[in-house]
């Protein structure tokens, strides 16, 4: 589709279809848009990407992306340090961060177990998460979104935290079959939490 176009409008083309969720279309119409933008304006978006690139890591303990590590949420002394929120991506944690209900800490999983795309166990945060139960932590709270891989994540992290004495809980199913977490209102998460129940 796009084997008509300048070299350079190709690189960028290819560039954006590497990107999740960006098919050729898409890609083209991102493409155009950047040259239809100052040269400023195209600067200001490479530079951009530039320096989240290099100033943007994952926080040592919880995984969140952040500037600095520990994250700010990872070092609030407020926050009750023995309960773990466990989520897939950082933009879930961001959208329960958004309630302002929830007053513990985060574990970022890295994703979730989803064999056709070749990610087991060992390609997520497990192993980091049991090296923190090692801090008091009393409670864990699954926080995944309601999918066929969550319920399979969810039932791999029953069956390895029970036994170690860890009261493991889930947000109630208030959130649509199939959503993400990120796409949903404050006050529906609020209540997913709230009604969180014993796995």
Same mark, same amino acid.
């Given at each position: 589709m796009s084997s008509y176009y300048p070299g350079p409008i190709e690189n960028l083309i290819e560039e954006f279809r590497k990107m999740p969720g960006i098919g050729p279309k898409s890609a083209q119409r991102l493409a155009f848009y950047v040259l239809s933008i100052t040269p400023s304006d195209a600067a200001a978006l490479a530079d951009a990407v530039v320096k989240a690139k290099q100033s943007v890591k994952h926080c040592s303990s919880c995984f969140n992306?952040?500037?600095? #590590? @520990?994250c700010p949420v990872c070092s609030d002394e407020k926050r009750d340090r023995s309960l773990i929120c466990v $989520? !897939? /991506? @950082?933009k879930d944690m961001i959208a329960i961060e958004r309630t302002k209900e929830y007053k513990g800490l985060y574990h970022i999983l890295g994703g979730v177990i989803s064999p056709l795309d070749g990610i087991g166990p060992d390609n997520l945060r497990i192993k980091e998460l049991l090296q923190r139960l090692k801090?008091? $932590?009393?409670?864990? =709270? $699954?926080? =995944?979104n309601p999918t066929t891989e969550s319920e399979t994540t969810i039932f791999y992290l029953?069956? %390895?935290?029970? @036994? =170690? *004495? $860890?009261? =493991?809980?889930? %947000?109630?199913? *208030?959130? @649509?079959? *199939?959503? #993400?977490?990120?796409? !949903? #209102? /404050? !006050?529906? %998460?609020?209540? !997913?939490? /709230? *009604?969180?129940?014993?796995?």
């Open positions: 992306i952040t500037e600095e #590590d @520990p $989520v !897939a /991506e @950082p801090n008091g $932590v009393k409670e864990i =709270l $699954v926080a =995944l029953s069956r %390895i935290l029970k @036994p =170690l *004495g $860890v009261r =493991l809980t889930r %947000i109630a199913s *208030g959130l @649509p079959i *199939g959503s #993400d977490m990120d796409f !949903a #209102d /404050e !006050a529906t %998460i609020s209540k !997913a939490i /709230e *009604g969180r129940r014993e796995l």
